[in-house]
């Protein structure tokens, strides 16, 4: 298997562009995950689907920030516009049940520079 | 709100040493733990869970120990090894549909030779 596979694996732009990241679960799995990681905050859920729809986007920080599952094997996650807050490590998981409440397995990120 | 603590930021250990790695949980209807290592530039991989039911679980070279009376969790690695050198996270959740894992900070273990 070729586990949770994250495009790009780098992104550095401009303040006020638009930046899409994009995430390809595990085959199978049920469940995505968006993370962001950075220093001073740690690992912080932005927001998850079962079965496609979205179940929780309480962590997504504004407007700004948008994510879609258009279908089981892909998944975007869009910020417009950009600003260099946001620059972090983006991560993507999935877990092969509906439950949160279960292993979460994690791609190798993206790692957005905003300038 | 509630939250995962890590005690320590930084662990430092000579190959071939045993490595503890504590966390502190503050939300006592969570049921289900999980511990996670991610080396530089990766992402987290998962190493071990437990659940509430159990107070110890092993795997190859760790073994994980919930202490529910005080909240507190454990990774022990056995005879650490350079490769083990990586940020160690805890998580927990409530076992619940509809809620999601909590990461704790992270510990940085660090073995040398």
């Known amino acids: 298997d070729a586990g949770v596979i994250q495009s790009p694996r780098h992104e550095v732009t401009e303040m006020g562009q638009e930046v899409t990241l994009r995430c390809k679960p595990i085959?199978?799995?049920?469940?995505l995950f968006w993370y962001r990681q950075t220093m001073m905050r740690g690992l912080e859920l932005l927001i998850y689907?079962?079965?496609?729809?979205?179940?929780?986007d309480s962590g997504m920080p504004e407007d700004r920030f948008s994510a879609k599952m258009p279908n089981a094997s892909f998944s975007t996650l869009k910020i417009q516009p950009s600003e260099p807050r946001d620059s972090a490590v983006y991560f993507c998981?999935?877990?092969?049940?509906?439950?949160?409440?279960?292993?979460?397995?994690f791609g190798p990120g993206t790692r957005l520079t905003v300038l | 709100g509630e939250s995962v603590g890590l005690h320590l930021p930084t662990l430092s250990v000579q190959e071939g040493d045993n490595s503890i790695i504590n966390c502190a949980y503050s939300?006592?209807?969570?049921?289900?733990f999980i511990w996670y290592k991610q080396e530089s530039g990766k992402g987290p991989q998962f190493i071990i869970d437990?659940?509430?039911?159990?107070d110890k679980r092993q795997g190859q070279r760790v073994t994980v120990l919930l202490n529910k009376t005080v909240k507190h969790l454990s990774l022990q690695i056995a005879a650490t090894q350079p490769g083990d050198s990586a940020v160690y996270f805890c998580?927990?959740?409530?076992?619940?549909?509809?809620?999601?894992?909590?990461f704790g900070k992270g510990t940085t273990l660090s073995v040398s030779s």
């Open positions: 998981a999935s877990s092969p049940r509906t439950r949160t409440a279960d292993t979460q397995y």
């Open positions: 085959s199978g799995h049920n469940s």
């Open positions: 689907f079962n079965n496609n729809v979205p179940i929780d």
């Open positions: 939300n006592s209807a969570s049921d289900y």
């Open positions: 437990i659940r509430s039911n159990m």
């Open positions: 998580a927990e959740n409530e076992n619940q549909a509809g809620t999601a894992l909590i």
